[in-house]
């Protein structure tokens, strides 16, 4: 039986949480103060996940970059092999909040997508 | 020079004054303009591209750039006017506002309410006083976050972050992500200030290490920064000697805190509280200067974008509202008692707050456990909050409900204390 111990990332809280862990499983979880909470923790414990965050370039005479995003979590040990991908990315404007920039990204299912819209 | 006519007044298109000139439009005011200096609007958070925005405001997890384009669109649907790439040369607390832009001129504005939202500026090396040569490649997080995020250009590739603040800790991710080596994140405190949702996700996702009671005592380089030389500090932050230890680095980003950005207030006459930096406000956030308000990072310096919101709200409502021939009423002091930074409003009319809940900001001084938070009046305690815990890196905020306030004795002057357990005792 082990003990495992995380900070909860959801909102700026930071509520401690306890973790039983016995031969893998998790056991019991304590310490959140919300559902949320409750369901970070248990897949932090198992199979840890974040939103990606980047930019991609872009041709504008007014910004060089466009902020995109993952629209889902990406497993933990990708975020950084994801990055190569996005390098690849070059866009034009116009672009709108929300617009796919990248289907499925590294066949995770995962969509990347923009994060503002950018007028020619 | 042409002069214009409005009713609200704000200085600022970040997320203060966007929130502010939402709420004075929805409380009728009818020419609300904001101005300002970048070529768009959003503020600092069409650079902030990373997520964690919106959760208290609006119950979703947004990024920088996602949380501004919500109050962008608001504001154009809502009637408020933005006036981008203009510059405010002086606020007069008669609330005339002159600015200059290359496009439109000098031009002046008359207000009947002026809104203070221009945010807060990095500490810079010189604030800090960093000893060795001048190369390029020291620069603040924030700079390096626009070259990033918006510019596209990447400031070096092997870095060091003097700092742990919220900005130094998500440009270490940002840095490491973009495929620099980061070497480490230098506090000089035995504890972050950022918050702990940072640490977990920007530092130990990418075993970045964090060094505590550590600093940056010297930078080397001629004309490119070389490394810089690391030193552990004791208790009350003096360097020991014998610790030091090279580093070797081409870029060292600075994440060492955050003025209120407060040139044309102070130049206003607006009565600055050294603790916070920015004005001194009541309850509605009018500072010292009838028809003069303030809100967002000039007032104090927020953790979260949301409490900015929160906080422009109050202004935007109170400059809507805003009657001349009022401002002679009678107000309470608000004082940060033991243990406590600051308090923001520092001044409140408790007759006018009746019947509304009052919500209090304030920060700690020292991280604390089993807390309680006290409101006195003239030595007795008169409301008490217990909290689990606090820290200097995340703001408190206490709402009093309009029953607790009458508790409160008008005409007499407030202070909150704060009293809990310390880590090491």
Redesign the interface.
């Known amino acids: 039986m082990a003990e495992k111990k995380?900070?909860?990332?959801?909102?700026?809280v930071?509520c401690e949480i306890m973790a039983t862990i016995e031969n893998g499983e998790l056991k019991k979880i304590k310490g959140y103060r919300c559902e949320q909470g409750r369901d970070y923790a248990r897949e932090e414990f198992t199979s840890p996940s974040?939103?990606l965050?980047?930019?991609v370039?872009i041709k504008s005479n007014?910004?060089?970059?466009l902020?995109?995003?993952s629209t889902e979590p990406l497993p933990?040990e990708k975020?950084?092999e994801a990055?190569f991908s996005l390098a690849r990315v070059k866009l034009e404007p116009p672009i709108k909040?929300g617009q796919l920039i990248l289907k499925d990204i590294l066949k995770t299912g995962v969509d990347i997508v923009a994060?503002?819209?950018l007028e020619k | 020079m042409q002069t214009y006519d409005l009713d609200v007044l704000i200085i600022g298109a970040g997320p203060a004054g966007l929130g502010a000139g939402i709420k004075a439009r929805e409380m009728g005011a009818r020419r609300v303009l904001v101005l300002e200096r970048d070529?768009?609007a959003g503020g600092i958070l069409?650079q902030c591209?990373?997520?964690?925005f919106g959760?208290?405001y609006f119950s979703e997890?947004l990024?920088?750039?996602?949380y501004?384009?919500r109050f962008i669109r608001k504001a154009a649907r809502a009637g408020v006017e933005v006036q981008t790439d203009t510059m405010v040369l002086e606020v007069k607390p008669s609330r005339e506002v002159i600015t200059s832009s290359k496009k439109y001129g000098l031009q002046r504005f008359r207000a009947k309410s002026v809104v203070l939202a221009m945010g807060c500026r990095e500490r810079t090396r010189d604030a800090i006083q960093i000893y060795g040569t001048r190369p390029a490649g020291i620069l603040t997080a924030g700079t390096a976050q626009r070259y990033?995020?918006?510019?596209?250009?990447l400031p070096g590739r092997q870095v060091v972050v003097l700092g742990s603040g919220d900005i130094g800790l998500i440009m270490a991710r940002r840095m490491?992500?973009?495929?620099c080596q980061v070497q480490g994140v230098y506090e000089l405190l035995p504890y972050t200030n950022g918050?702990?949702?940072n640490?977990?996700?920007c530092l130990n996702?990418f075993s970045i290490p964090l060094y505590l009671q550590q600093t940056i005592a010297r930078v080397h380089g001629d004309h490119r920064l070389e490394g810089v030389t690391a030193v552990k500090v004791d208790k009350k932050g003096k360097t020991l000697p014998g610790t030091e230890e090279f580093v070797p680095c081409d870029t060292l980003l600075l994440s060492v805190g955050l003025i209120p950005e407060n040139e044309l207030s102070r130049k206003a006459g607006v009565e600055i509280d050294p603790r916070t930096g920015g004005p001194i406000v009541n309850q509605g956030r009018m500072t010292n200067i009838p028809g003069i308000f303030a809100c967002g990072n000039v007032v104090q310096v927020h953790?979260?974008a949301d409490d900015v919101t929160v906080e422009s709200e109050i202004a935007g409502i109170s400059a809507a509202l805003f009657e001349r021939g009022k401002e002679t009423e009678q107000k309470e002091k608000i004082d940060a008692g033991k243990g406590l930074g600051y308090v923001v409003p520092q001044e409140i009319n408790l007759d006018k707050q009746r019947g509304e809940p009052l919500l209090l900001f304030m920060r700690a001084e020292l991280p604390r456990q089993k807390v309680k938070i006290t409101i006195n009046q003239e030595g007795k305690e008169k409301l008490a909050f217990p909290l689990p815990f606090i820290k200097p890196g995340?703001i408190i905020k206490i709402t009093i409900e309009p029953d607790d306030l009458r508790e409160l004795i008008p005409g007499k002057d407030i202070q909150v204390t704060v009293r809990g357990e310390g880590k090491n005792g």
């Open positions: 995380l900070i909860c990332v959801i909102c700026p930071g974040r939103i965050t980047a930019t370039r007014r910004v060089g970059q902020p995109v995003r933990r975020l950084e990055m909040e994060t503002r819209d | 070529f768009e069409n591209i990373h997520n964690g959760l208290q997890e990024t920088g750039p996602e501004a384009g990033t995020n918006i510019e596209g250009f490491k992500l973009e495929g918050l702990s949702r640490v977990v996700q996702d953790d979260l995340e």
